[in-house]
C-alpha cells in the first residue's frame, strides 16, 4: 500500500520567515495531495492541495509544489505569523479508493 | 458543527470494558472513515465504509469493530481486545466524486483508560 513519509518533524521559525515542509509517497499512481492544519485539540482542516496534473498551486501565502518524477511534494509558507503555529499533514491518494494516507505530521511552531 | 458530529467529545474506559464512539454526518456523504491519532505517529486507519451496509478494515483494524446500517452513521466500537486504546479518535466523511477533494473532519473523541 501506499507509504507518505513527512519531514522534519518538529519546525520552529521567527515570525515573518518562510516555513517548508517535505512528503515523499511511494505509490506512483497516487494522484491527490491534501496538506491539513491541525491546532490543538482541534480537527484537521484541508489548507490547500495538488493534483497530479498540476506542478504547482498558490493560496495567498501558502503554496503546495509537487515533482511527480521524484515522488515529493511540499508545503510552503511565507511571512510566517503565531496563528499558523499547529500540527501539518501531508497526505497522499490513488483517488480510486478515496482513501489518503497521512504522513506523521509536522509540529510548527512560529515564535513572535 | 462542520457537518459531522462525534460524541462524546471525552471517554473513559476501564479495563475489560468495550465503548462505542459514535459519529453522525449530516453531508450526505457516501464514505466515511474513522482514524486513530496517537502523538508523533499522525493518522492511522482503523476502517473505512463506502456505501452502507459494507466496510473494509484499515491499517489497524484489531480490536475495533464498526457498523453502517445508515448513510449517516458509522459507530466505532473499541473492544477489550485492543491492549492500548487511549488515543483521539477522528471520524471522518467524503463524497465520492471524479473531482474528489478528501475528507471532512469530525471534533473527535479523545479517549482514556482508567
Redesign the interface.
Known amino acids: 500500500?501506499e507509504n507518505v513519509e513527512?519531514h522534519p518533524?518538529t519546525l520552529s521559525v521567527q515570525e515573518g520567515d518562510s516555513a517548508v515542509i517535505k512528503c515523499t509517497y511511494s505509490d506512483s499512481a497516487s494522484n491527490?495531495f491534501?496538506w491539513y492544519k491541525q491546532e490543538l485539540?482541534?480537527?484537521?482542516?484541508?489548507i490547500i492541495?495538488i493534483r497530479s496534473n498540476v506542478g504547482e498551486k498558490k493560496d495567498q501565502r501558502i503554496a503546495v509544489t509537487l515533482n511527480k518524477t521524484a515522488k515529493h511534494f511540499s508545503l510552503h509558507i511565507t511571512e510566517t505569523q503565531p496563528e499558523d503555529s499547529a500540527v501539518y499533514?501531508c497526505?497522499a491518494?490513488t483517488?480510486s479508493n478515496?482513501?489518503?494516507?497521512?504522513?506523521?505530521?509536522t509540529l510548527l511552531t512560529v515564535n513572535p | 458543527d462542520?457537518g459531522i458530529t462525534q460524541s462524546p467529545k471525552y471517554l473513559f474506559r476501564k479495563e475489560g470494558q468495550n465503548v462505542t464512539l459514535s459519529c453522525e454526518q449530516n453531508l450526505n456523504h457516501d464514505?466515511m472513515?474513522w482514524?486513530r491519532q496517537d502523538p508523533?505517529?499522525?493518522?492511522?486507519?482503523i476502517y473505512?465504509s463506502?456505501i452502507v451496509n459494507d466496510f473494509q478494515k484499515g491499517?489497524i483494524a484489531e480490536g475495533y469493530s464498526v457498523s453502517r446500517e445508515k448513510k449517516e452513521s458509522f459507530p466505532l466500537t473499541v473492544t477489550s481486545a485492543q491492549k492500548n486504546p487511549t488515543a483521539f479518535y477522528?471520524c471522518a466523511s467524503?463524497i465520492?466524486l471524479a473531482s474528489?477533494?478528501?475528507?471532512t473532519?469530525?471534533?473527535?473523541t479523545r479517549l482514556t483508560v482508567v
Open positions: 500500500g513527512q518533524s491527490y491534501p485539540g482541534k480537527r484537521p482542516q484541508l492541495d499533514f497526505a491518494s483517488g478515496y482513501k489518503l494516507t497521512f504522513g506523521k505530521g | 462542520g464514505a472513515y482514524y508523533g505517529q499522525g493518522l492511522r486507519l473505512y463506502q491499517d477522528l467524503s465520492e474528489w477533494e478528501g475528507y473532519f469530525g471534533s473527535g
